[in-house]
């Protein structure tokens, strides 16, 4: 099992440019979630999936896609970056039911210049 | 809707001291809470978790935590501290709000210094 995996693990954008973070579970979890993270801000919501087919958005949305690919896929778009999306981004998955944990991935280091 | 508060942003402790993380929580209804750990440059892994069983829950590498619900607590502790606890540590609850649609908010997070 490889648990959560991220693409890329480091990005350099330019303000302006587009690109896709690719989220992957082999957990057979239903639902998924995008984070960033920033210094003394902990983990905010960005989206999540509750199950295939459904999107919903968290508490930073603005700026940001998602597509629930399939029951294993997630992935966030930002269409055009700005600095202030230069952050540390964490997919997580889930299973159903019950208060079951959330697992993380290893994260993505995002930097816009 | 549902908050957690960590009281201190950096914590530091002697090894083989106590380890006292605290967190205070917010909630509209009885919540799920949930300690995570963060290692240098990886992701989170959780800890333990409080489900509405027993108050006091044992984690993993020895770390446990009471849930009090007169005091909207649930503080981390070690009773002994070692090198290897240095990370960051998020408290985070759940909203329980249905099947599948459950989020989770997080503290601030406490980065855990150990001083030989």
């Known amino acids: 099992n490889a648990g959560v995996t991220q693409t890329p693990k480091f990005q350099v954008l330019k303000t302006g440019q587009s690109m896709t973070l690719q989220c992957a579970q082999d957990m057979n979890h239903n639902s998924m979630y995008w984070y960033r993270q920033d210094p003394g801000m902990g983990l905010r919501l960005i989206y999540y999936?509750?199950?295939?087919?459904?999107?919903d958005k968290g508490e930073v949305p603005n700026g940001y896609n998602v597509s629930r690919l399939n029951k294993r896929e997630f992935s966030l778009r930002l269409e055009s970056a700005a600095p202030s999306q230069t952050s540390v981004y964490f997919c997580?998955?889930?299973?159903?039911?019950?208060?079951?944990?959330?697992?993380f991935g290893p994260g993505t280091r995002l930097t816009v210049t | 809707a549902q908050s957690v508060t960590q009281l201190g942003s950096h914590v530091s402790v002697s090894e083989g001291a106590l380890v006292l993380l605290r967190c205070n929580y917010s909630s509209s209804v009885p919540p799920y809470l949930f300690w995570y750990v963060q290692y240098p440059n990886q992701g989170l892994q959780l800890l333990l978790k409080?489900?509405?069983?027993?108050?006091l829950v044992k984690g993993i590498n020895g770390f446990e935590a009471e849930f009090k619900k007169s005091e909207t607590s649930f503080h981390l502790t070690k009773p002994s501290a070692h090198m290897s606890d240095a990370a960051e540590y998020f408290c985070?609850?759940?909203?329980?709000?249905?099947?599948?649609?459950?989020?989770?908010?997080f503290g601030t997070g406490t980065r855990l210094t150990i001083i030989p």
């Open positions: 985070a609850v759940s909203d329980k709000r249905g099947f599948g649609n459950e989020k989770l908010t």
């Open positions: 999936s509750a199950s295939e087919g459904t999107t």
């Open positions: 997580a998955s889930r299973r159903w039911g019950q208060p079951y944990e959330q697992y």
């Open positions: 409080y489900t509405s069983a027993a108050t």
